[in-house]
Each structure stands twice: as C-alpha cells, then as structure tokens.
C-alpha cells in the first residue's frame, strides 16, 4: 500500500526537471523505490520538497502505531496460543524460603592489576549508571521521619520509575557477558577441536538469566525511545569492549561481571528495603509478573517483593560463580559448577572459591555423580 502510493507520487512528479538546492533528509525506501523506477534523482529536488516531508510524516505515523501496538502486546497478557509451555529455560536455580534471605552484600578485594583495572571499571560504570539514573542514594539523616514524597523530592530515595529505569537498564547490560563469554569459548572449542571443560553452559546459563530478569522486569512498564535508543548505544558498546578483552583476558572478564554482580547484589538488596520500609509504595502486595511465577516456580499468590528476592539470589549465584571462575586457569581447569552449584548457604555468604576450593568441589559432586549411577545399576 504503501509502495504503491510512493510509486504514484513518482509519476505524478517527476523529479528531473527542477532541482532545489536544499538537501532534505528522506526515507530509505523512498530513494529506493525512486531509483529503481526512474534515473537516479540528485539531493533536494522539487519532488523532495512537495513529498518528502508528507512521507517523513507518514513514516513517523506508521513507526509510532507499530510501538503503540508493540507495547500494548507486550503489557497484556499472552494469548493461551503464544504463551511457551513446559521446561523451557536452560537450568538455573529455584530458591528456598531460607535461601532467598541468606544473602550477604560482599565485597573482594582486588589485589593483582588486572583485578583492580576490573573494579575501577566497574566503579565507573557505575558512576555512569548513577548519573543517567539521577541515583544518589544520600544517606538519610539519624532520626528523620521524612515522609515518603520528602525523601523522594530529596534524593534519598528513587520512586518506582526510578528503580525499573535503573533495573531495566542494569538487566540489559548484565545479558551480554555470559552470551559473549559462552559464544567465544564455544567457537574455540569448535576451532581448535578439543573440549571445553564445562564452561560454555554455565556462562550461557547466566545470559539466559539475565534476559529472563529483563523479561520480568519489562512487563511492569513499557520503555520510551529515548531509553532504548541509550540501549542500543550501551549494548553495542559493552559487546565489543567486552568481546575483544575476553580474547585477551578471559580472567579479567570473568573478574569484571563478579564485581558488576556485587554492585547487583547491593542494588537489590537496598529495592527490598526500600519497598519492606514502605518507600515503593506503588510496588506494596504488587503481585508477581505470570513469566516470574514460572520461571522461578514460585507461589501463584507471589508479590514483586518476592521476585526481587529471587533476583538478588540469581546474582548472588553470578557473583559467586565469575568470582570463583576468574580464580581459574581458564584453558586448562575444569568448571566446578558444570554438574551442580553450591547452596545458598555457601553462595549467600562467601565470594568465591579459590581454586583448590574449586577442585575439591568438583571432586565432591564427580563423586555423588558415581554413587548415583552405581545405584541406578544396582
Ligand atoms: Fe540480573
Ligand atoms: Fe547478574
């Protein structure tokens, strides 16, 4: 429809016999529609001025009832027809009452060079990340009794937007290590004909928990241009920063996403206490997103409050395990955490294996694993 109407504003103007000398800008389609039809036309013609313009703003119509439609579908509930059924995700884990709260906010120290050009990146990144955010997090004086719209106004406190820009935003960064880190080990595995030691489904595992955090997140509101515009921007990037580094320094990457999952950790664990205080009142009893109820197997009555709690325990996992891979030999050792992860008990308040605590590890579960198959034999 939309061809054909370009096709006769073409004939009914053709474009050769003034030409104007103001470049305007014009749709891709339209000079491509335009050249394969008639001679190619030069920069700002008559024809540019009359129709350009009025395509300009059909086009502009046209993309904002796409994103109407697109952000209507992705708030409304999946018809039963497109709604994926069954065992869907790759493994990850499904917390505990006791798990959930046996988390710590963790911090290790960075001794070598590399470790410490990896937390000074990370400690950037979230300057950054606080400035887009407008976050301050100022400490909030002894013995206010501020209200909720007070705190707010004054900076000690981020409103519900605020935290799902900041979540959102954090989310779809935090996709992109395990993703690049799974890709590069899998295409050298597959280059260099030799095995790869575990590692390529724990760090594909990861990426897939993050977008599901994404995916969870994105239902309670629908993003603007400008927001995934810096998306886009950010995305792109990461990936080839990230990328390039983990060639060179796979370690290092692995360093670099276990100190970005402890400043995880501490944004969420300040969400939860912010909305268990009352501070997110928007969020108070909101009930969990239908793909969080799945995803997480929780209950069918589960809040919000319970997803972030989830969450904080995922990254808790992604903290523990880059932490305890960056401690590895990553050519050589085998991934501990290939067969099975720590409980929430060890996760929650230690910050990684080093690597002797990671062959004593792996050498536990290669030993469960032998006993339950010689049971199954028997
Ligand atoms: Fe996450
Ligand atoms: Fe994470």
Redesign the pocket.
Known sequence: MLRTTLLAGVRLVPAHRAACSVPLARPQYFSRVWMSTRKPVGRGTRFDLLVGPRLLLLRRTVLRRRMKARSQHRLSAPSPSSRVEGDWVLFHPVYSAEELKAVEVLHREATTIPDKLAYRLVRFARWGFDFVSRYKHRPIPPGSNMSVKELREGGYILDERGWLSRILFLETI?GVPGMVAGMLRHLQSIRLMRRDNGWIHTCLQ?AEN?RMHLMTFMTLRDSPLWFRALILGAQGVFFNMFFFTYLISPRTCHRFVGYL?EE?VLTYTRCIEELERGWIPEWADKPAPEIAIDYWRLRKDATLLDVIYAVRS??TT?RFVNHSLANLVPDQDVNPFALQEPGMDVKGGKIAFDRKESEEYMRGVQKLVREGKAKIEE
Do not use: K
Request: net charge negative.
């Open positions: 935090a990861e993050e999952e995880a995922d990254e992604h």
